[in-house]
């Protein structure tokens, strides 16, 4: 009876939970499975597939220097914002964990960017930027330095974008307050029985201890950035020069401008693998830094 | 006490109904059809899409609801979609529900209609209105409308050109507007000496700075089609005199200095804040867009009109151009009445009546027709410098960008080699060369996959 029972607690749970799934297998697993199909066809989404072999695979790596440049573009993007975010984060999270009157209020001024829409925030740095009008210019000015044209100059541009990343660092900064929180504090009584100052705590007991949340804050930065495309749609298209082409900025054009979907789908499946390739590298290093013990 | 933990086994059917019921209704919410503005049950919907906003968006209603006064068989219901319209779209048409009718104006004829996205015009005209068409449409709205023989776009507004100048400015810098230089080298040697700079700002009126190699190209007597020959041609010696020439002009001031100067202004202003009203450009180029826009926004302003000069060996009036397009989707549900709105609209069923349509908007008519009718020449008489723009439409030399499939892909690649031949990065015949590399590896990639193009 019991069986029975349980039998229909779990029928019950997938009922509730069937329109996720649905939704699930329908418009993510779905697709998902079809676009390894089509990334072997000519496709232009609205005339019937066509079998190319790996037709388009090999125009990836043989003829379209546009697709190197924008992997290297990612690549760079995500070797440099990824640490930038993780430091920044980090130091953030411990300058907000300090006992002082208002704290809170500080967090909430912190973390409040990261809420703030794409779309919206691209359009305050266009002005923010602007080489003429812009607020980093004009403070620049004060100081007898004539600033660059940041998004307009392709040296400057993919730096900006950059820069423009650690605007919403606020996100992962509570996730690092969190795991501030949850360091026992009996380890601290212990380092402070045994003689440790504040840094031999941080670099003994803190980052050690915090080693969890900024490997799965590492993991969450290195996917997100090689699928960074908002900012960049926005304020540059790309440009200056295909300084800041994106690699899903590419695969977007692709198949919703030149209408390549069968291309496109090649692009995406690359992009897969090289997540799916970087993330397990950076699980199997786990063993040797992240610290789960406390 | 296991049955009362685990919930009430007795009534499964009624959790089974209560599941069933969440996702009906979160079906229905998410796939509902969209409620209508149909307000006439009797006659057929035309549903019209279209990405005008703000005060054009009243223009645009406007005149979908004088077409719906005008007959009692069918309603166009105008939807606005200003951002997104052309994804929005090629997920309708896939899924089946696309417009009957929707408005472009950015490249995509030869795009869409290569992939099938879009039904032949030809298909719902009879032939005496394409006899009428193609004897009557201006040169330049016939090619932005065909692909490949056939007509898949008609124009409802075509976009043109032209120098817009201060006198005043030229007065202030020795010239006298009513001698303006005749060839592209006078108009380059004025313009130098109409720059204005500050110690302080850098520079603070620019006199004449060329761009877009697209345009500038057909203006030197070249452009990346050939018409004749129906190919696509890259490293012409036109196009390369057509690149130096605006690589020379922004090098001069120096390219950063340029797009300093550009930045701290709002060119992309649709009202007061063009720059050209301010005196920041003595003479610059721009479309017919800005009469309409001045007589609004700067009714007093001491402007004038002038078609771009050519070079020596030049193109006279030639230039690259786009337009308001209005197409049918394959799969539209009435195309006889998108046509029928079409041609209501364009001026094709009645050239005179349409005049006050396109003057409502301040756009360029379809024929010649439409632009001898009273409504239109009172239009032009209330604003003396539109006609410029009406002069320019029976030339030849006005061009569209190349109409091949690839067409976004090459837009693309010439203002990305333009792009980098003025910021310094390459030289111009390097820029040339390298997007004709481009485009040959675009080329040999289409014919790996199937594609039926020529290779330039």
Redesign the interface.
């Known amino acids: 009876m019991i069986n029975r029972h349980r039998i229909r607690n779990i029928l019950t749970g997938y009922l509730f939970i069937a329109p996720w799934l649905l939704g699930f297998f329908a418009f993510t697993a779905g697709p998902f499975l079809q676009s390894v199909f089509f990334s072997f066809t000519r496709y232009n989404i609205i005339s019937p597939p066509v079998w190319v072999g790996t037709a388009n695979y090999q125009a990836l790596f043989s003829q379209d220097p546009l697709f190197w440049k924008s992997l290297r573009i990612t690549f760079s993007y995500a070797l440099v914002a990824v640490p930038l975010g993780v430091v920044a984060g980090v130091t953030l999270a411990l300058l907000l964990n300090a006992k002082v009157f208002g704290i809170s209020v500080y967090r909430t001024i912190f973390f409040l960017p990261s809420i703030v829409p794409s779309v919206a925030t691209s359009m305050v740095f266009i002005w923010i930027l602007n080489p003429q009008i812009g607020l980093v210019n004009g403070i620049l000015r004060w100081f007898g330095i004539v600033g660059p044209a940041w998004l307009a100059d392709a040296r400057y541009a993919f730096w900006s974008l950059v820069l423009m990343a650690m605007w919403g660092v606020g996100g992962s900064m509570v996730i690092y307050l969190a795991g501030l929180k949850d360091i026992p504090i009996y380890l601290y009584e212990a380092a402070t029985i045994d003689g440790a100052g504040p840094w031999l705590k941080m670099i003994k007991i803190t980052l050690p201890m915090l080693t969890p949340v900024i490997f799965f804050n590492l993991v969450m930065g290195v996917i997100g950035a090689f699928q960074y495309f908002t900012n960049a749609y926005i304020i540059t298209a790309g440009g200056p020069d295909d300084s800041t082409m994106f690699y899903a900025l590419y695969l977007f054009n692709r198949a919703w401008k030149y209408l390549d979907m069968g291309y496109a789908s090649a692009m995406a499946w690359i992009l897969f693998l090289v997540v799916v390739v970087l993330t397990t590298g950076l699980m199997k290093t786990q063993k040797k830094w992240v610290h789960y013990g406390g | 006490m296991?049955?009362e933990v685990?919930?009430n086994?007795k009534s499964?059917f009624r959790?089974?109904i209560m599941?069933v019921l969440?996702?009906g209704a979160?079906a229905w919410s998410t796939f509902a059809p969209t409620a209508t503005h149909h307000v006439r049950p009797g006659r057929i919907p035309i549903r019209y899409w279209h990405s005008w906003s703000a005060e054009w968006q009243i223009v645009v209603e406007d005149i979908c609801k004088e077409y719906n006064q005008s007959q009692d068989k069918y309603e166009v219901i105008p939807l606005s979609i200003p951002n997104g319209a052309?994804?929005k779209f090629?997920m309708g048409?896939?899924g089946g529900d696309p417009p009957d009718v929707m408005t472009r104006w950015d490249s995509v004829i030869p795009?869409?209609s290569d992939?099938?996205?879009l039904k032949p015009i030809d298909e719902v005209m009879s032939p005496a209105e394409m006899r009428y068409f193609r004897a009557n449409a201006y040169p330049i709205a016939q090619r932005l409308g065909t692909y490949r023989g056939k007509l898949f776009g008609v124009a409802i507004g075509i976009n043109a050109s032209a120098l817009y100048i201060r006198p005043s400015l030229l007065e202030a810098g020795g010239y006298d507007p009513q001698k303006f230089p005749q060839t592209y080298e006078g108009l380059v040697q004025m313009g130098r000496k109409l720059d204005k700079f500050s110690k302080s700002r850098g520079l603070t009126q620019l006199g004449f700075m060329p761009n877009n190699l697209s345009g500038m190209s057909v203006l030197f007597g070249g452009g990346f089609y050939d018409w004749n020959k129906r190919k696509v041609q890259i490293e012409t010696p036109q196009n390369l005199a057509a690149l130096e020439a605006i690589v020379a002009e922004q090098r001069r001031l120096g390219y950063?200095n340029v797009?300093?100067?550009n930045?701290?202004l709002n060119t992309a202003s649709s009202s007061g804040g063009w720059p050209f009203i301010g005196g920041a450009y003595a003479v610059t180029i721009d479309g017919q867009w800005r009469v309409e826009q001045l007589r609004k926004f700067a009714p007093k302003l001491d402007y004038i009109t002038a078609p771009i000069p050519p070079p020596k060996g030049g193109r006279p009036f030639g230039w690259v151009t786009n337009g308001n397009f209005m197409v049918i989707p394959?799969g539209a549900k009435h195309p006889d009445g998108a046509w029928d709105f079409i041609r209501f609209w364009s001026g094709l069923g009645n050239p005179a009546r349409a005049a006050h349509l396109f003057v409502k908007g301040g756009w360029l008519p379809l024929t010649p027709a439409t632009a001898a009718a009273p409504d239109y020449q009172k239009y032009i008489k209330d604003n003396p410098q539109f006609k410029t723009f009406v002069d320019l439409l029976p030339s030849a030399n006005l061009q569209t960008a190349p109409p091949v499939a690839?067409q976004?892909?090459i837009v693309?690649r010439i203002t990305?080699a333009e792009?980098?031949a003025v910021?310094g990065?390459v030289s111009p015949q390097e820029a040339l060369k390298t997007l004709q590399l481009?485009l040959q590896?675009e080329l040999?990639?289409r014919r790996?996959?199937?594609?039926g193009d020529s290779l330039p």
């Open positions: 296991a049955d685990a919930g086994p499964p959790t089974v599941v969440a996702t979160l052309e994804a090629i048409a896939i795009t869409w992939s099938g996205l950063e797009i300093r100067f930045a701290g394959k690839y976004q892909f693309d990305s792009d980098r910021r990065t481009d590896r040999m990639r790996q996959l199937g594609y």
